[in-house]
Every structure is written in C-alpha cells, then in structure tokens.
C-alpha cells in the first residue's frame, strides 16, 4: 500500500507543535503592550459557537492519522528501520527519576539543564517507542510504553520549575496548583496521542493505562485550561502575548480533540482558544514578522500552523485563515529570514543557526498556496535526511512527516536566498547581492524599539554576511538561566547594546522599554540595485547620554557588491566621546593607517570583507572567550569586538563606513586564508570540479589501471614486491581462518575493530584484484555486510568511523565490480549514513576538522577516501567533504613546520603521516594531483625525522605518547617518501626482504604500501645529519656518531611544552645510547584503556589535571631538571636557542618558561665531546624563591654509586657518570620498580638517579651545573 494511504483523505491533516526544548518564563515585567492595534478577530468572527457545535466532528470521528496496525505498512524500510533501532536504543534501561533535589535546582541555583534532561528525556523516549511500536506492531515497545505513561502521569506536575512563578517559590510543585505552561501542553498532548495511536493496545496490557491518561489529562490540562481565565498566555486580561499562545493552544486542542468526551466542554473549549489565538493575531505586524526572530517561529508561525489545520481538519474545512494575507505573511516570513544554509538572521533570543521543521515549513506552504516555501520546505527535509528516517521532533511532528513525505519527496527542492523583504511593522530590512558565491552579501538591519519579545537593546543594529557565512554578526543568547528572565536581564552582555553593532553614546548603551525605539524611519528601493534604510536611533538612549538625534542610513549596493553605513548625529555637548561597537565572526585585520579593517569567518576563511572607517577614529578590537554552550555550537570559543572611538569638537557631526566583498585589499587575503607561513593547499573542489576531474574507471583509490599494471609487472620481476606480495597472501590466508568481524567496543572505542577491517580489505582486496580468487571474494563480501550492518560506526570516538570508512571505501573500489550489487548498494549507504553525514554534526567534527594533530590527518582522509567512493551518488556531500578537507588539513600540516619534527613523536608520525600519506596517494589517483600534500616542505622533510628517530638499538627516541622499538619489517609509509623523492634512505630494501613467513601479521597500510614499492625507482640514499635539529611545537636535536666508528652514539634530547597534544612534563629530558645500549631511557607510553577504564581522566591538560601524576607523563619520570620539586608548567615553551654542528656538535635548550618563575634563567646544554663522552651543563640564575634543584636520569642499568659520580652496567658493558661542577654531592638511586602508582606503567629494572642540589650550595647569582656520560 502506498504511504499515502496513510493520509485519511476525508479529513484535513491536523498537527500540533511539540518540540521539547527549553523555552521562556514570561514574566510580567516583558509583558509590554503592543502599540494599538484594529481587532481582527479572525479565528471568531469566522464562525459563532452555535457553528462551531454544528461543524465541530463528533470526537471519534475525527482521524488524522491511522492507528496502530491501520495503513503503517506503506512507510518506507529505511524510515522503519531508523525509527525502530532509536527505541531499540532506549528499549529496557532504567526510566530516569526525578527528585526533589533536582527540581530544586532551579531555585537554588538558576540552572535548569539537569532537571529539564530528565524531563524532556522520558517523553522523547515515550514518543520514540510509540512510533516504534506503530511501525513494528509487535507488542515488543509495550512495556516500555507502559512504564514510562505511568512514570508521566505519576509525576506531581507537569509545569517546570522555570515556570513555576510565584505558586512555587519553595523551588517544589505547590500542593493543589492548577496551570498550563508550555510543556504541560505538550506532556497531554503526548498521552493524548498515545491513547489515540495505541488505546487497543494499551487496553491488552492493562484497560488501567487508559485511564491513567484520560484522568491525567483531564485534571492536568482540560479542567484548568477551560475554568481559569487568569492564565497570561489567554490574554483575557490584557496581557500581551507571544508564542506560548499557539504553542500551548495547539497542544490543547489536540488534548481537546482527543480527549474531551463531553460536548459542550469540547465545544466551550476550542472557542475559548480560538479567542486566545485571535488575542495573539490581533497585534501581529502585518507584514508577518516575528520580532522574537526566526528561531521561535516554529514555536510562534508553525504551532500557529498545526493549531489551524487541526482545527480545519476538525470543522471539516469550515473554519480555514489560510486565504488571509496575515496568516500567508507568518508563514513566508520563515524563508525570507534565511540567510544560506542554517543561517538566519537572529535578532533578539534567536540563535544565528536554526533548523526549522522541514514538515512545517512544507506543510505551511501547502496550506497557503506558496510554491517558494514549499520548495523550501523540501530542501530543508534533504538537510534534515527525513527520507532517511530522521524525522525529529515530538509525537505529533513525526507523524505529519510521515504523512507529508511522499509530498515532501515529489517537490523540487530549492534554497530561498530571496533579493530582498522589507518588514514595514517590524522595521526590519534583508538584502542579498547576486554574483560570485564568496562575493555575495547580505544585509539584516532593524528599527523597533527594546520592548520586543525576548528583547535585545538593539535598535538600529544590523549584520552582515558574506558568502552565506556571518561576518558581522548579532551573538544571540545564551542557555537560558534564571537571570534571562528576570529584572536582572540586561546585566546579561548579550542583551546589552554596547554588544551589538551600536553605538555607546557618553558612556551611556541603550534602555529598555517600548519607549527607547527608532523614529523617522524612511525606505526606498531603486531600480538601479540600491536600496535605502534610515532611522533615527537617539530615542533609544537615556537623556543622561546627551543626544539629540543620530540618524543611520544604509546604502546596500548590489552592483558592487557593497554597503555605505553613514552616520549624522547631534549632541547636547560638545566633544560627547562615542564608541561603536562591532562584533565580529573572525579575528579582525586592522590596518589603522589606511583606515581599514579586514574581517574574516573564523569557520570559513574565504568569507572575507573590507570594511573602511572613518579618519581620526581609532580602532582597537578584544577577543571575548565563549564559554556558554549553546553560544559555543554556533561561533566557537571566541568572539571579537571591535571597538571604533571618536568624538565631535561641534555639537554636530557626521561619518561613514563602507563594508565591501570586492575591495582590492582581500585579494591577498583570499588567496591565503592561513597565516604567514602555514601551508596552502590547492582547493578547487566544487560538484563542477568533482564531475570534470574525478577518474570515472575503477580502481582509483591509491590505485589506478596504470599504477595496476605497473605493479602487476614489478610483480614479475623487483624482488621486494614479490617477497612483500607473498607476506600479503600468507596473512590473506589466516584471515580466511578467523570469524568475521563484531562491534565490539572497547572502553569508548572501536578502533580496534575499525583497524582490523582496514587492515582485513586492504589484504583481501589486494590479493583479489591479482588472483581473482573467489574465496577471497566471498570474505570481502561478508565483512562487508558484517560492518555495514552495524548499528554505527561510533562517531563519538570520530578516528572508528575514519578508519572504517578507509577500509569499506577501499574494498569498494578494489572489489566492488565483482561483489553483489546489494553488497554494493549497503556498503554505499553506510558510507554516507555511518560515514560521511556524521561527520557534519558538531557534536563529534568539532575537534578534528580544523585540528592540529594526527586526529586532523586521520578522519580527513577516511571522509575524503568515502566522499570519492560516493562520489556519483552524492556528488554535493562529497564535494563539500573533499573542499573541507583540503581547507582543514593544513591546520595539522604546519605542525611538521620548519623542519619536519612531528610534535608527537615517531608513533604517531607513522598515523598521522601514514594517512597524509594514504590520503595524497587516493588524490593522486582519483584526480592526478595531491593538490600541494606532497610539495609542502616540512611534511616531506619528516621522513628525515623518522629514520633519526630510530636509534641504533632499535628504540624510539621515544618522547611524548610513543611506543618503544620499531618493526623489524621495513616502514611502508617511508617507501612512499621513497618513490616520491627518489631518496633510497627512506626504502628499506633488506627489511621488506625478509622471509615472509617472519614478518608475521602486517601493517594494514601494507596493501597501499605495495603499490608504493612498485612505484620505488633506483636510487642513491641521501646522507642523514650526524647532528641535527628540528624546531615546532616539540624542538628536538638528535647527535650520532659516524657508522664507521661503531661506537653507536645516541642522543635525543628536547625542549617543548607538556600541553602539546601527547605531550609530557619532559622538556630538557633526553635518551642516551652507546654501543647499541640504551642507558638514559623515557618511559614512554602506556596503554590508555587500562587507565581510562578505571575513570582516570588521561587527556586534561591543565596545570594539576590528573594527567600529570603519572611517572611518564610528569618530570619525575624524566631525565631532566626539577626544582622546588615542583611539577614543570605545562604552558612553559622550551625552545632551541644555540645549535652548532661539527666535530663537537652542541645544543641549547632554554628552560626557564618550564619552572614558572622559580629562576628567570634556565638552560641546559648538551655537548658531543667524543663519540663515547656526553656533556650535560645546566645554566641557572639562583633566584629568592629557589630551594633545591634535583638532577634527574631514569635508567634500567644496573647503578654502583662512587665518590663523585656512579657506574652504570648493563649487557656486559658499563657507562660512567660523573659530576664535574659538584663531586661531592650525594647521588640517590630510587627504584621505580614498581612503580609508585598502581596505574603507572611497570617497567622492569626501571630507576632514577637523582642529585639534590639545595640552593645554598651556589654561592654565585648565576650557576652551573656540569656532568658527563662516557663509555668505559
């Protein structure tokens, strides 16, 4: 059966609004009265109540939707699907209880997150499992829908604390209280639509829970609503009202329409809110503005929506407003307030992104005939993936999308980015300009006055977007508290003026109240393409700023692109200092010189614009840190204001700004939105650019047909690729012994897994693209299935769906001729759904996308290796992926800058470098450029980094998060560094030579690993420094000794900060090796599981997080200086200061940053004196607050102490350590094994050497400190 026989088509759709989200408290002190209005009366001068009895449905005649098991069969599997498996979700864990002491924290603290979770969590759940259980009809949701009705029903009121007013000054829901708030409303309506979907249903577990829900909302909703006249939100006296009238009268009928068994209540009822929503229309502008802003039109047009086709519905098409201009006006207001994208604009409580209801949108647009809105409507739905089952809202909104999608579906989509609306009620003008998209400007100002519901003091403010993508911007609000809504709200610096894009007069910002409004305001448009809005904006100041007018007249300009802001004001003094306000998206340019400010988006640097100032004003700006979370998910966590001050010698005066997308000035700054010296990458990614370029044939993921024959022909003749290619069969073949792949977290993470399957496909895949073998084929075929048929690839741990995506995308493009065209069909569809679109939800991008570690490489080059699979089915996903990659990736590229040091060590050089690597390949394959990846210079000076790191014994110089020795197999990732510079240091031929049953279990970078050996061309090896140096954010020098000497010398020593990401207390520490012993050893790492599972919060930076108590992560476990026996300041930069080279190669590390003041001058020295002496000198001012230092070197030697210094032995040889500056110092040996905590890591043997020196040992004001290792 077709869904639309889920339409009753002898009934009109009714809806109501429910969308459970935190909302206002109208207090009476912003219950201003609108300007006198004509009464309109719509709703009752539509019918008498006489009609209205006649007309109404008997109450089990009206049927909006079908009920359980009636036409739910023609919705489609993957919307079931979607909607099953979130209340599979949920399906028996515990019903969240609510306390007192919850309820209380409203009025204790003003904070109303912790209750509303609770709150909002239960009916999110009821609502999910009904659906369910409509969906599945197999009674397996009962239960849970039983337990979770009763738990509503049985709490003590519906009304939350936030909106408890005076009757719950005690902080707990007053005995005997009767009111309808907003959520109450929402709450019967909820049960109301339960029992209407499920009553049969609910009568097999138990006739009691209907009931329950029918007692429930009698006494909670029906009875107070229909007997109390005193409810603010009723108007009936006097009030004047906002959203929470249609928002809860939408809810009450439903309740109404359901519920009410009586006639003449239900009659009496819907006529009394027919009369609140008039109360509501009569002082609606007339132009259909909602001065609450875009974000509370679902809560003010769409529940105005749902209430009125319900009723339509109910009345049988009698009582229809859809003919009148007003209700036609609130709905079109929605996409004439767009912006691009989720941008809208957002004055008062408004927040600048918004993701109004595709389902009210459309709907709306139906109802009033307007083809733009439903085209709207039907974008918005592709944003929102409804046909995917994403449906959102309550009860009642999911199942009018249900009803609507086959309409939704039919419509040709299409993004409103209207030219222009004027909005003459509510003085509110939008202007967009035409042309290149980056040019493209927008302009939102606004007249008004500060009375306004859910007022801002911004009369006479505007913004400014560029491109789609806010430059000058309004903040919006942020998490609504206690204060928003009480005589404290303007205390609040986002309602203040002086916050907005305003003027501060004196000293003196803007006023509240209907009196502080713009006056004399005049609009005109031309047919030239400019457009004209002034207003005089001085009534919006107190007297006590001294103004008699200041006049702002905007000049939007479309044919250049442009807005003239020009500024004519009257003082009542002479030199009245002014200061204009700007607030900014993105950190400004100033350039006072030229009277000149360069603004850019923060998210989006090619949105740029110029905006000029006016001469002799001087112009400043200040960051302001976001630390509120709802401001957070829309701008970050920074914001800044520019601040523009001036003053006029006259009484009079005049200035103007012009704020351009065309200026000269931005043609450098687009062209590198990075600053001086970061990497640019080539991005010309567009679904144009995707179409043009993209290889169509397959394979063209690291492989292509001509990289395919070139490795099918080395296979025939390089030793190194058929040795490597036999290791890769062998591991083919026990992985055919093992059982397929299940999720299985572990701790927070399938990475594991995710790993496994990369490692699996790119094998697999190999082998059959040159065998063909059909039993490797069948195995790719199934794991496929397997992981693709997982519920999620766990975007909370983001890295599992990068490297999962890695791995399907791979497999897909080697194999996917060959696999089941439904294999195909599901691998694709978990590519975008568990890949690619959860990649976009801020809740899990906002660290890595423009991150600057390994994080950065990895989840880029899974989503890019996805998008190009994807890429004929999705060509605008996969474009915006491949152009957002391209512009995030060199935030973690500069890290390599100057020199190539990976800031966090050589392990995770091999992850992050190895998917820079895998991502440069598949580009260069799929579209024959790596679009810069392989010319930046840094990046591919880190393959030096590599090798030095990699001491004679085999270890790591292992600082940071590293591991400890490397692979005996040769490094796959350094083979690609070979074949693209030719240097034959970076190939290890003897490595991928040895037998390849002993090279045991690969890398899963071995697959592209072999098409980069085929690609390997002979060679000479470069020469590796004997002493090198490398700055960034983690400066290391490493000295050797000569291979001829054999005496195997090793120094790695570093500088640096312990908040770089993986990064230690260890800034000064070194490792030391001679004769392929390692003397001086780092602890380095230690598996994060093991600690994480016990609660230990590893991955808190701040100066006593708990990080830093264990032995490798703070000083104590390094071989460095600690004084005060103080941990080291983890902000504290360490840098090289003196490097030198030559027979007796030396480096300085300047450590005074690391001892947070202790000593103003720090520094320590390492000197090469032979190949078998090192020198450590330690340089230091003595300072007052200096009480002892303590020389520090953890070794796993076994230590004899003698006078002066000590003997190290281990394997048969021996290391003396020796105190030039101090011999008669006491050297202590302090066993680390075990360890001194039980989470630290146990490494045998392990111990620290340390001299304490107490600070009246040094006579002088500056002091050293001098040892040396040397061989024996």
């Keep these: 059966m077709h869904l639309s026989c889920f339409f009753y088509r002898q009934v009109r759709k009714p809806i109501f609004a429910v969308r459970q989200i935190a909302c206002l408290m109208m207090l009476l002190f912003l219950c201003f009265r609108m300007p006198a209005q004509q009464k309109r009366a719509l709703l009752q001068s539509a019918c008498t109540p006489e009609q209205l009895t006649q007309w109404l449905l008997p109450q089990g005649a009206w049927q909006p939707f079908p009920r359980w098991g009636e036409n739910w069969q023609g919705i489609s599997q993957e919307v079931k699907q979607q909607q099953i498996e979130l209340a599979e979700a949920q399906l028996g864990q515990p019903i969240p209880q609510i306390t007192a002491t919850t309820l209380l924290d409203f009025s204790r603290t003003g904070n109303r997150a912790r209750n509303e979770a609770l709150y909002f969590g239960r009916r999110n759940r009821l609502a999910q499992a009904v659906v369910a259980e409509c969906m599945e009809g197999q009674g397996r949701f009962m239960d849970e829908i039983a337990d979770l009705i009763w738990a509503i029903c049985e709490?003590?009121?519906?009304?939350?604390?936030?909106?408890?007013?005076?009757?719950?000054?005690?902080?707990?829901?007053?005995?005997?209280?009767?009111?309808?708030?907003?959520?109450?409303?929402?709450?019967?309506?909820?049960?109301?639509?339960?029992?209407?979907?499920?009553?049969?249903?609910?009568?097999?577990?138990?006739?009691?829970?209907?009931?329950?829900?029918?007692?429930?909302?009698?006494?909670?909703?029906?009875?107070?609503?229909?007997?109390?006249?005193?409810?603010?939100?009723?108007?009936?006296?006097?009030?004047?009202?906002?959203?929470?009238?249609?928002?809860?009268?939408?809810?009450?009928?439903?309740?109404?329409?359901?519920?009410?068994?009586?006639?003449?209540?239900?009659?009496?009822?819907?006529?009394?809110?027919?009369?609140?929503?008039?109360?509501?229309?009569?002082?609606?502008?007339?132009?259909?503005?909602?001065?609450?802003?875009?974000?509370?039109?679902?809560?003010?047009?769409?529940?105005?929506?749902?209430?009125?086709?319900?009723?339509?519905?109910?009345?049988?098409?009698?009582?229809?407003?859809?003919?009148?201009?007003?209700?036609?006006?609130?709905?079109?207001?929605?996409?004439?307030?767009?912006?691009?994208?989720?941008?809208?604009?957002?004055?008062?409580?408004?927040?600048?992104?918004?993701?109004?209801?595709?389902?009210?949108?459309?709907?709306?647009?139906?109802?009033?005939?307007?083809?733009?809105?439903?085209?709207?409507?039907?974008?918005?739905?592709?944003?929102?993936?409804?046909?995917?089952g994403q449906l959102g809202g309550n009860l009642s909104r999911k199942l009018m999308a249900l009803q609507k999608l086959p309409a939704i579906q039919?419509?040709?989509?299409?993004?409103?980015?209207?030219?222009?609306?004027?909005?003459?009620?509510?003085?509110?003008?939008?202007?967009?300009?035409?042309?290149?998209?980056?040019?493209?400007?927008?302009?939102?100002?606004?007249?008004?006055?500060?009375?306004?519901?859910?007022?801002?003091?911004?009369?006479?403010?505007?913004?400014?977007?560029?491109?789609?993508?806010?430059?000058?911007?309004?903040?919006?609000?942020?998490?609504?508290?206690?204060?928003?809504?009480?005589?404290?709200?303007?205390?609040?610096?986002?309602?203040?003026?002086?916050?907005?894009?305003?003027?501060?007069?004196?000293g003196v910002m803007q006023a509240p109240g209907e009196d502080y409004k713009a006056q004399n305001l005049q609009y005109q448009q031309t047919t030239s393409g400019r457009s004209t809005f002034s207003l005089?904006?001085?009534?919006?100041?107190?007297?006590?700023?001294?103004?008699?007018?200041?006049?702002?007249?905007?000049?939007?300009?479309?044919?250049?692109?442009?807005?003239?802001?020009?500024?004519?004001?009257?003082?009542?003094r002479k030199n009245t200092p002014f200061t204009l306000s700007f607030m900014v998206a993105g950190k400004p340019l100033i350039h006072q010189d030229l009277q000149l400010i360069l603004l850019r988006n923060q998210q989006d640097k090619r949105a740029v614009m110029a905006m000029s100032f006016p001469k002799g004003m001087k112009a400043e700006y200040e960051p302001i840190a976001i630390e509120d979370s709802r401001l957070q998910s829309v701008w970050g966590d920074t914001l800044f204001r520019i601040l523009l001050t001036g003053s006029s010698p006259r009484l009079s005066g005049s200035h103007r700004f012009v704020y351009s997308t065309?200026?000269?000035?931005?043609?450098?700054?687009?062209?590198?939105?990075?600053?001086?010296?970061?990497?640019?990458?080539?991005?010309?990614?567009?679904?144009?650019?995707?179409?043009?370029?993209?290889?169509?044939?397959?394979?063209?993921?690291?492989?292509?047909?001509?990289?395919?024959?070139?490795?099918?022909?080395?296979?025939?003749?390089?030793?190194?690729?058929?040795?490597?290619?036999?290791?890769?069969?062998?591991?083919?073949?026990?992985?055919?012994?093992?059982?397929?792949?299940?999720?299985?977290?572990?701790?927070?993470?399938?990475?594991?897994?995710?790993?496994?399957?990369?490692?699996?496909?790119?094998?697999?895949?190999?082998?059959?693209?040159?065998?063909?073998?059909?039993?490797?084929?069948?195995?790719?075929?199934?794991?496929?299935?397997?992981?693709?048929?997982?519920?999620d690839w766990n975007p909370s741990h983001f890295l599992d769906v990068a490297e999962m995506?890695?791995?399907?995308?791979?497999?897909?493009?080697?194999?996917?001729?060959?696999?089941?065209?439904?294999?195909?069909?599901?691998?694709?569809?978990?590519?975008?759904?568990?890949?690619?679109?959860?990649?976009?939800?801020?809740?899990?991008?906002?660290?890595?996308?423009?991150?600057?570690?390994?994080?950065?490489?990895?989840?880029?080059?899974?989503?890019?290796?996805?998008?190009?699979?994807?890429?004929?089915?999705a060509p605008e996903l996969a474009a915006q992926t491949l152009e957002r990659a391209l512009e995030g990736m060199p935030y973690a590229l500069k890290e390599y800058a100057p020199d190539g040091v990976y800031p966090e060590g050589s392990t995770y050089w091999g992850y992050g470098t190895g998917y820079t690597v895998l991502t440069a390949a598949l580009l260069q394959s799929a579209f024959g450029s790596d679009f810069g990846l392989s010319a930046y210079g840094p990046f591919m000076a880190s393959a030096d980094f590599r090798l030095l790191s990699i001491a004679p014994s085999g270890w790591y110089y292992?600082?940071?998060?590293?591991?400890?020795?490397?692979?005996?197999?040769?490094?796959?990732?350094?083979?690609?560094?070979?074949?693209?510079?030719?240097?034959?240091?970076?190939?290890?031929?003897?490595?991928?030579?040895?037998?390849?049953?002993?090279?045991?279990?690969?890398?899963?970078?071995?697959?592209?690993?072999?098409?980069?050996?085929?690609?390997?061309?002979?060679?000479?090896?470069?020469?590796?420094?004997?002493?090198?140096?490398?700055?960034?954010?983690?400066?290391?020098?490493?000295?050797?000794?000569?291979?001829?000497?054999?005496?195997?010398?090793?120094?790695?020593?570093k500088g640096g900060r312990g908040s770089v990401n993986h990064g230690n207390m260890d800034a000064g520490s070194f490792v030391f090796e001679l004769?392929?012993?390692?003397?001086?050893?780092?602890?380095?790492?230690?598996?994060?599981?093991?600690?994480?599972?016990?609660?230990?919060?590893?991955?808190?930076?701040?100066?006593?997080?708990?990080?830093?108590?264990?032995?490798?992560?703070?000083?104590?476990?390094?071989?460095?200086?600690?004084?005060?026996?103080?941990?080291?300041?983890?902000?504290?930069?360490?840098?090289?200061?003196?490097?030198?080279?030559?027979?007796?190669?030396?480096?300085?590390?300047?450590?005074?940053?690391?001892?947070?003041?202790?000593?103003?001058?720090?520094?320590?020295?390492f000197v090469k004196e032979s190949d078998r002496s090192l020198l450590i000198e330690d340089e230091f001012e003595v300072s007052d607050s200096l009480r002892q230092i303590t020389w520090q070197l953890m070794t796993t030697a076994e230590v004899e102490l003698l006078p002066g210094g000590a003997i190290l032995r281990q394997g048969g040889k021996s290391l003396r350590l020796s105190n030039l500056s101090h011999p008669a110092m006491h050297i202590s040996v302090i066993s680390l094994d075990p360890p001194p905590l039980l989470l630290d890591r146990r490494i045998q043997g392990l111990k620290r050497i340390e001299i304490r020196f107490p600070a009246y040992v040094f006579e002088g004001e500056r002091e050293k400190i001098r040892l040396r290792l040397s061989g024996e």
């Design 155 to 388: 709490e003590s009121w519906w009304v939350i604390p936030a909106h408890y007013g005076q009757a719950g000054k005690a902080g707990l829901p007053p005995s005997g209280a009767e009111y309808v708030d907003l959520f109450a409303a929402e709450t019967g309506a909820l049960l109301a639509w339960t029992h209407y979907l499920l009553a049969a249903r609910l009568d097999e577990v138990s006739p009691v829970l209907n009931q329950k829900i029918l007692e429930a909302i009698e006494q909670r909703i029906l009875r107070p609503a229909l007997q109390h006249d005193d409810f603010w939100w009723m108007g009936l006296q006097g009030q004047s009202l906002n959203n929470w009238t249609p928002w809860i009268c939408s809810n009450w009928l439903a309740c109404v329409l359901i519920a009410e068994k009586e006639p003449e209540k239900r009659q009496a009822a819907i006529y009394k809110m027919m009369g609140c929503v008039d109360r509501f229309l009569d002082p609606y502008p007339a132009d259909g503005g909602c001065d609450e802003g875009p974000g509370y039109w679902g809560r003010a047009g769409a529940s105005l929506y749902e209430f009125l086709e319900m009723l339509e519905s109910a009345t049988q098409g009698r009582v229809s407003l859809w003919e009148q201009p007003l209700i036609q006006n609130m709905g079109s207001y929605i996409y004439k307030a767009h912006i691009g994208e989720d941008y809208y604009i957002n004055f008062a409580d408004a927040s600048a992104v918004s993701k109004p209801s595709a389902t009210m949108v459309f709907g709306y647009g139906q109802k009033i005939g307007d083809s733009t809105m439903m085209a709207f409507g039907s974008w918005l739905a592709e944003r929102q993936e409804l046909a995917a």
């Design 410 to 506: 039919a419509t040709q989509p299409r993004e409103a980015r209207l030219e222009e609306s004027w909005f003459p009620q509510l003085q509110l003008l939008l202007c967009r300009s035409k042309g290149k998209a980056q040019e493209e400007l927008f302009l939102a100002a606004k007249g008004g006055h500060n009375a306004e519901s859910h007022n801002h003091n911004d009369v006479g403010s505007f913004m400014l977007y560029a491109g789609g993508k806010p430059l000058l911007i309004d903040v919006g609000v942020e998490t609504y508290t206690r204060k928003t809504f009480s005589p404290q709200r303007y205390e609040i610096w986002t309602m203040q003026s002086q916050y907005h894009n305003l003027p501060t007069i004196n």
């Design 536 to 572: 005089d904006i001085a009534p919006a100041y107190p007297d006590s700023a001294g103004l008699s007018s200041w006049v702002r007249t905007f000049t939007f300009d479309r044919r250049k692109n442009q807005v003239m802001l020009e500024e004519s004001y009257r003082f009542e």
């Design 662 to 791: 065309t200026h000269p000035a931005l043609e450098d700054l687009t062209l590198n939105p990075y600053p001086a010296g970061w990497p640019v990458l080539q991005n010309p990614m567009s679904v144009s650019y995707l179409r043009r370029h993209l290889r169509r044939e397959h394979p063209r993921l690291i492989l292509n047909p001509r990289l395919e024959q070139q490795l099918k022909a080395k296979l025939q003749t390089e030793p190194v690729v058929q040795n490597y290619y036999a290791a890769i069969r062998l591991n083919a073949d026990d992985i055919l012994e093992q059982e397929l792949l299940e999720r299985k977290l572990i701790g927070r993470r399938l990475l594991p897994t995710s790993r496994e399957m990369l490692y699996l496909m790119g094998v697999l895949s190999m082998v059959y693209r040159i065998e063909k073998d059909p039993r490797i084929l069948a195995r790719i075929d199934r794991e496929i299935q397997a992981v693709c048929d997982f519920s």
């Design 805 to 873: 995506s890695m791995a399907v995308a791979l497999a897909l493009d080697w194999a996917g001729e060959a696999l089941p065209p439904a294999t195909v069909e599901l691998a694709m569809n978990a590519l975008i759904e568990k890949g690619l679109k959860p990649s976009y939800n801020p809740k899990v991008n906002s660290g890595w996308v423009k991150g600057h570690n390994n994080w950065n490489q990895v989840c880029h080059g899974g989503m890019m290796a996805a998008a190009i699979t994807v890429a004929e089915r």
């Design 958 to 1053: 292992n600082f940071a998060d590293c591991g400890d020795k490397r692979s005996p197999n040769g490094d796959i990732t350094l083979a690609w560094f070979a074949a693209q510079t030719g240097n034959a240091a970076y190939f290890e031929r003897e490595r991928f030579l040895r037998p390849p049953a002993e090279m045991g279990k690969l890398s899963r970078f071995s697959a592209p690993g072999l098409v980069w050996l085929a690609q390997v061309a002979d060679g000479e090896p470069a020469d590796l420094p004997l002493a090198y140096q490398g700055g960034g954010a983690n400066p290391i020098a490493i000295f050797q000794s000569s291979p001829e000497t054999n005496t195997q010398f090793y120094l790695g020593a």
């Design 1075 to 1165: 004769e392929g012993i390692r003397w001086v050893v780092d602890p380095g790492n230690q598996n994060y599981h093991a600690l994480e599972k016990t609660g230990f919060d590893l991955w808190k930076r701040c100066q006593n997080c708990q990080r830093w108590t264990l032995l490798t992560k703070n000083n104590f476990g390094h071989s460095t200086l600690t004084f005060n026996d103080a941990l080291h300041a983890v902000d504290g930069f360490a840098p090289i200061v003196d490097f030198r080279a030559g027979s007796q190669p030396r480096v300085t590390f300047d450590l005074s940053a690391v001892f947070g003041g202790d000593s103003s001058k720090v520094l320590r020295t």
